[in-house]
């Protein structure tokens, strides 16, 4: 791209008048040689090139940053690199321009999930209609208009129905789906795609237990001399009250749990440890509990608040995008762990949209057949 086009997309970007492509092209250009930007200030351009200088993380390994921020930060992020010269550049590989036109049939996952109650029947909570869908065990159980499934206790004449015998319901959201769950102590759960929460119609005892596999974000209400406990594969999570993520997946290496408010207590069979706030602790297998002290609590969350950040290996990011937009990933080559993108977008675009910025960075392309991505260099 030539100085002048550079200039030119910039105003168009300014307007508002960019297409998609320019978009995308513009938020992932980096150039080696300065320009000057006479219709910005020197003053303002000065305060952009900090706010942005700021926020941009310092990598060690092969970073290429693809950018989908909101206007303003795309905008400064534009101008340190045209002020500058610093970082990376723009591969553009004309041949691939509409290479993935074709995957706008697949489109981003939504609120899907399926509830199994004790008794063993199944609510597809897409295909139902708001309010009551079940009473069990002194507990009815609702669909809100805004799609969260609620856990109230049923109250008659003034009693609360009882019962000691437990009773266990499991909502598991499949490839392509999320939803939210309160259970019955007034915990609130959000659950990622391909992920499964069993736990009580109600919590009786001293203990409330939930398992979960794949990912979930709790905010548990805290109880006074009542635990919660998360039992996931080779950990168990420990709190009273607090907010954490946990990612359990079976096809992950690793079990990543940040806590963002309050502590926790992580478990294996050999090791304790607690975190707090902006820690994340790493199991791998039965070994070591590790603690990261400065976690990306935004990356961590940016699932549950509707967009992806990145900031990791090619592989992890292909793990995100297969589970979210119900894809198979397969590689031509072998992915190397040392290829780390960075970058942010929302869940909500279509998968084309998702792959697009990342072959602007010249290091990846993509093949979609049907269901299946190939990932080619």
Known sequence: MQESEAKELLKKYCAG?????????LETWYVRQNMSLPEISEVEREKQLDEVWNSLPIHSKKHFFIRLWPRVAAVGMIILAISTGLLFYFFKNTSNKDQISYARDIKPGGDKAVLTLADGSKINLSDVAQGKLAEQSGISISKTA???????????????????????????????????????????VWLNAASVLRYPVKF??????????????????KIKNKTFKVFSAEQTIEVLGTHFNVMAYTDEKVIRTTLIEGSVKVSNAKHSKLLIPGEQSVVFGGNEIQINETADTEEVMAWKNGYFKFNENLESIM?????????????????????????????????????????????????????????TK
Not at 146 to 159: C, M, R, T
Not at 212 to 220: A, I, M, S, T
């Open 17 to 25: 008048i960019c297409s998609e492509e320019e978009i995308a092209i």
């Open 146 to 188: 805004d799609g969260q499934l609620i856990y109230k206790i049923v109250e008659v004449a003034g009693e609360v129905k009882s019962s000691n015998n437990i009773e266990y319901n499991t909502i598991e959201t499949p490839l392509g789906g999320q939803y939210q769950v309160y259970l019955p102590d007034g915990t609130k």
């Open 319 to 375: 793990n995100k995008i297969s589970r979210w937009y119900n894809v198979e990933i397969k590689y031509e080559f072998k992915p190397d762990s040392d290829l780390v993108f960075a970058g942010k977008i929302s869940r909500a675009r279509d998968i084309d949209a998702v792959l697009k910025i990342m072959e602007y960075t010249g290091k990846v392309h993509f093949k979609v057949e049907g269901r299946v991505v190939t990932v």
């Open 204 to 221: 009786i005892g001293d203990e409330r237990r939930v398992e979960l596999k794949g990912e979930g974000y709790f905010e548990v209400a």
